[in-house]
């Protein structure tokens, strides 16, 4: 499966991004979907993932409450939507889809492009 992210750029803190990644395939439903994201100097952080039905979401402590992570399986698409955005929210933001639905970018096994993300103070 390929993977497109967009959605990305330039936000003040305070405001909102909803990120979108495209599969291409149509295999996309067996797939456990998850959003990362990499700051420069640091390792890729995991930011949320959702099971291949589109329920069960879970969330890293830093943006639970404040992103949520959807699918829609018939436009083959999984969405970041991103509120209440802070300047440490700043990064390239990956999705990626694998098999087990766990926070380690090592059990993924396709990933996008990435997409910055800014949010300014």
């Known amino acids: 499966v390929q993977l497109q992210a967009s959605g990305g750029g330039l936000v003040q803190a305070g405001g909102s991004l909803r990120l979108s990644c495209a599969a291409s395939?149509?295999?996309?439903?067996?797939?456990?979907m998850g959003w990362f994201r990499q700051a420069p100097g640091k390792e890729r952080e995991f930011v949320a993932a959702?099971?291949?039905?589109?329920?069960?979401?879970v969330y890293s402590e830093s943006v639970k409450g404040r992103f949520t992570i959807s699918r829609d399986n018939a436009k083959n698409t999984v969405y970041l939507q991103m509120n209440s955005l802070k300047p440490e929210d700043t990064a390239v933001y990956y999705c990626a889809a694998g098999r087990r639905m766990t926070n380690s970018p090592y059990d993924y096994d396709y990933w996008g492009q990435g997409t910055q993300v800014t949010v300014s103070s």
């Open positions: 959702i099971s291949r039905s589109g329920g069960s979401p």
């Open positions: 395939g149509r295999t996309f439903s067996v797939y456990v």
